[in-house]
């Protein structure tokens, strides 16, 4: 009788039910940790556009606040055209177009009060694109640059109400 070299049916079995049981715990951590940096990076842009719309109120101080995040943007990826109170270049590209095409699973925008001019307050927010995918809350900040969270729900948009932001269903960040 001839031993087999190689591995039988059934330990092949093993190491496969082994592998599928590490994995089954390791995904689920793996998408929390993505999910936590996403928030992170939508934390950080508002603080971007927070210090952007505070440039930009000073800059062009008869026009107040940014009207829109595109506004605080460069018209293109180098701003060969140089800042204008139309396209300011005081956030990149990325973060500028970020209302339409989510920037790290986040969707964001800024938008001023509308009134003025000059505009005298703006809202930011940011909310994630597939709610329980790329983020799980919601965040918001106004003229006063305190962060604001809640926790988030499918659909939401990026709330840029100043009175909505501040009210009792957003926390304030510690």
């Known amino acids: 009788m001839r ?8 330990e092949l079995l093993i190491v496969v039910a082994i592998i599928l049981i590490i994995a089954a715990i390791a995904i689920p951590n793996l998408l ?7 928030e992170a990076s939508a934390v ?15 800059t062009y101080p008869t026009i107040g606040y940014a009207a829109t995040l595109a506004i605080l943007g460069p018209a293109d990826a180098a701003c060969t055209a ?8 005081m956030v990149d590209l990325n973060l500028g177009t970020a209302a339409t095409v989510a920037k ?7 938008k001023n009060d509308g009134s003025g001019p000059p505009a005298l307050g703006y809202g930011a927010g940011a909310a994630p694109q597939t709610w329980n995918q ?10 006063d640059a305190v962060l604001r969270f809640k926790q988030g729900a499918l659909a939401d948009v990026p709330e840029t ?7 009792a269903t957003y926390t304030i960040m510690q």
């Open 82 to 89: 140089g800042p204008a109170s139309t396209n300011a270049c």
């Open 134 to 143: 790329t983020g799980n809350r919601d965040f918001c900040s106004v003229q």
């Open 44 to 58: 950080s842009s508002l603080r971007t556009i927070n210090t952007a719309e505070v440039t930009y109120t000073t």
């Open 104 to 110: 790290s699973g986040y969707l964001l925008e800024a």
């Open 161 to 167: 109400t100043g009175a909505t932001c501040t009210s």
């Open 3 to 10: 031993k087999q070299k190689g591995f039988s049916l059934i």
């Open 32 to 38: 929390r940790a993505r999910i936590a940096a996403n």
